[in-house]
């Protein structure tokens, strides 16, 4: 046992010894490697271990009737071959696409309204801004749950404010026209504070000596507004645009508390889609293969997107 402990002793002074003899430069990246190989291995568990096997998932027939059906690669491409002509898929695509373009639109150009007027110098605006934060701290299935009230006509105030005006309103999460809409109109509503606090971060940022030269040129506030503020603000907007493009691909709670997908497959999004192939027929491979698309599409949407932002704005 002392002759080991010993012998343990002397490797370990030896390794301090030749650490000691290395260059300043190198022990410090050796020492940034070291501390950083913990991270890197809980991001690996984490992200990439979950990403490879629902790669490999995605090229079997995995069905948790048929547990054997989970080593099966004889056909790897089945999967995919089947998306191509599922016409419900391609429909949960254009229902994606038309989500994502309405509430993405919306809320860049309601945030950028919104920090322009937070950004004027005013107390009462000031106090403001923390009540406009507050949908956006919320869980976002209390935010699905406080819309389900407000969409429900029997105890909602809203449908009751209306009707007592003269003007009852349909129950909107029913209606195949409204269903969509009503879903966007949530979706702008717990998220347009995220798009605006970005903005007015990015306002505040920005110098004073090219709004004043433009005002000195005899610029209107709307001339500086479209000439200098907007091509100031353009890599924050798309910044913006990424990070809210990416989280609408991802919608489930409100579309999960409010319709269910329905009515029919008029809220059915890409993910959604996944997710009833998954939990309520159990095929899992079919699923994994609907996400591993939606995956790819979301990594060249967000590449393109990064290649605009870095492109930069000048301001003349």
């Given at each position: 046992m002392r002759v080991a402990a010993s012998a343990a002793k002397r490797v370990v002074a030896d390794a301090r010894r030749d650490a000691a003899a290395l260059p300043a430069a190198v022990r410090r990246q050796l020492a940034w490697k070291l501390c950083l190989l913990p991270s890197l291995a809980v991001l690996g568990a984490v992200t990439v271990a979950p990403a490879v096997y629902l790669l490999v998932t995605s090229l079997t027939p995995?069905?948790?009737?048929?547990?054997?059906?989970?080593?099966?690669?004889?056909?790897?491409?089945?999967?995919?071959?089947?998306?191509?002509d599922d016409d419900r898929f391609w429909n949960s695509v254009w229902v994606q696409i038309k989500l994502s373009a309405a509430t993405v639109g919306l809320q860049l150009a309601g945030g950028f309204a919104l920090a322009l007027l937070l950004n004027v110098r005013s107390g009462f605006l000031e106090a403001c801004r923390t009540v406009f934060l507050i949908p956006m701290v919320l869980p976002p299935i209390v935010v699905a749950i406080l819309w389900k009230v407000l969409y429900t006509p029997d105890i909602s105030p809203v449908h009751w404010a209306f009707a007592a005006a003269g003007f009852p309103i349909p129950a909107?999460?029913?209606?195949?026209?409204?269903?969509?809409?009503?879903?966007?109109?949530?979706?702008?509503?717990?998220?347009?504070?995220?798009?605006?606090?970005?903005?007015?971060?990015?306002?505040?940022?920005?110098?004073?000596?090219?709004?004043?030269?433009?005002?000195?040129?005899?610029?209107?506030?709307?001339?500086?507004?479209?000439?200098?503020?907007?091509?100031?603000?353009?890599?924050?907007?798309?910044?913006?645009?990424?990070?809210?493009?990416?989280?609408?691909?991802?919608?489930?709670?409100?579309?999960f508390v409010l319709t269910d997908g329905g009515p029919g497959t008029v809220t059915e999004v890409t993910n959604y889609y996944a997710f009833r192939q998954a939990f309520n027929f159990s095929y899992l491979g079919f699923s994994s293969a609907i996400t591993v698309v939606m995956v790819a599409a979301v990594f060249a949407l967000s590449w393109w997107l990064i290649r605009v932002i870095g492109a930069g704005a000048d301001i003349e």
């Open positions: 995995l069905d948790l009737t048929r547990p054997d059906t989970a080593r099966d690669f004889t056909r790897p491409l089945v999967n995919y071959r089947l998306l191509l909107l999460i029913t209606d195949p026209n409204l269903a969509l809409p009503a879903i966007v109109i949530a979706d702008v509503w717990e998220w347009l504070p995220f798009t605006m606090l970005m903005v007015l971060a990015a306002l505040q940022m920005m110098p004073d000596e090219p709004v004043e030269a433009a005002r000195i040129d005899g610029a209107s506030a709307w001339q500086v507004t479209r000439h200098v503020v907007v091509p100031y603000l353009r890599p924050t907007l798309l910044v913006a645009g990424l990070f809210r493009l990416i989280d609408s691909i991802k919608a489930f709670p409100l579309i």
